[in-house]
Nanobody, 118 residues
Framework: EVQLVESGGGLVQPGGSLRLSCAAS????????MTWVRQAPGKGLEWVSL????????TYADSVKGRFTISRDNSKNTLYLEMNSLKSEDTAVYYC???????????WGQGTQVTVSS
C-alpha cells in the first residue's frame, strides 16, 4: 500500500525556517518524480517544487526559488522541503505528492500546516 506521511509543520516567525518531511512507503522515491504542493487559506493548489527520479534534478516555483530546497534521503525513503526566510504568504497546508504537478498526482500525503506569523 502506498503511503505518504508529512511532518514538520508548525508556527514560525517571519524570516524563520522549517523543514518538512514526507515519509514514503509502498514505493521507492528514487524511482519516482515527487512534488510539494501547497494550499493557502481560501486559495487553490499551488505547485511549489519538484525532484525528478534518478539523478534528482530539482525545480521550484518563482515564489520560493532561492528560499526553499527539495531533497530526498534514499536510505530513509523520505522527501524533504527545507524552507528558509519564510514570509507570511508562505502560510499554507503543504502536501507531498507522487507526481509532477499541482493536481492529478497519483498519491498525496495528508498535509501539514505551516503558519508564518509574528
Amino acid at each position: 500500500e502506498v503511503q505518504l506521511v508529512e511532518s514538520g509543520g508548525g508556527l514560525v516567525q517571519p524570516g524563520g525556517s522549517l523543514r518538512l518531511s514526507c515519509a514514503a512507503s509502498g514505493f521507492t522515491l528514487f524511482n519516482n518524480y515527487m512534488t510539494w504542493v501547497r494550499q493557502a487559506p481560501g486559495k487553490g493548489l499551488e505547485w511549489v517544487s519538484l525532484i525528478e527520479s534518478g539523478g534528482g534534478t530539482t525545480t521550484y516555483a518563482d515564489s520560493v526559488k532561492g528560499r526553499f530546497t527539495i531533497s530526498r534521503d534514499n536510505s530513509k525513503n523520505t522527501l524533504y522541503l527545507e524552507m528558509n526566510s519564510l514570509k507570511s504568504e508562505d502560510t499554507a497546508v503543504y502536501y507531498c505528492a507522487k507526481g509532477v504537478g499541482a493536481a492529478g498526482n497519483d498519491y498525496w500525503g495528508q498535509g501539514t500546516q505551516v503558519t508564518v506569523s509574528s
